[in-house]
């Protein structure tokens, strides 16, 4: 069965921290570059992170130097995580994991909400 669920989110003041999970089951994901993006209300959903099977990561700009993606692998699922750092209010949007390039539907998101 293919899934994508992400979780993690929540509320936090600007300069926290979250974590946020990503359980991507399915055999489709093995061995596949994975990523995070974002949709902030009113945007367009923009790429965040990527990781692929080796471990070589690569971030947005603007989460550069606060991101870091990382990734198990299972034998049929694969668990992406985002440490998020020194959030900022611009960082509030719902989150979400998929492979690169996108092989399955889009999971629920998470909420992250960064405010005072």
């Known amino acids: 069965q293919v899934q994508l669920v992400e979780s993690g989110g929540g509320l936090v003041p600007p300069g926290g921290s979250l974590r946020l999970s990503c359980s991507a089951s399915?055999?489709?994901?093995?061995?596949?570059?994975m990523g995070w993006y974002r949709q902030a209300p009113g945007k367009q959903r923009e790429w965040v992170a990527t990781i692929n099977n080796g471990g070589r990561t690569y971030y947005a700009d603007s989460v550069k130097g606060r991101f870091t993606i990382s990734r198990d692998n299972a034998k049929n699922t694969v668990t992406v995580y985002l440490q998020m750092n020194s959030l900022k209010p611009e960082d509030t949007a719902v989150y979400y994991c998929?492979?690169?390039?996108?092989?399955?539907?889009w999971g629920q998101g998470t909420q992250v909400t960064v405010s005072s």
């Open positions: 998929n492979s690169i390039p996108r092989l399955g539907d």
């Open positions: 399915g055999s489709i994901f093995s061995g596949k570059t």
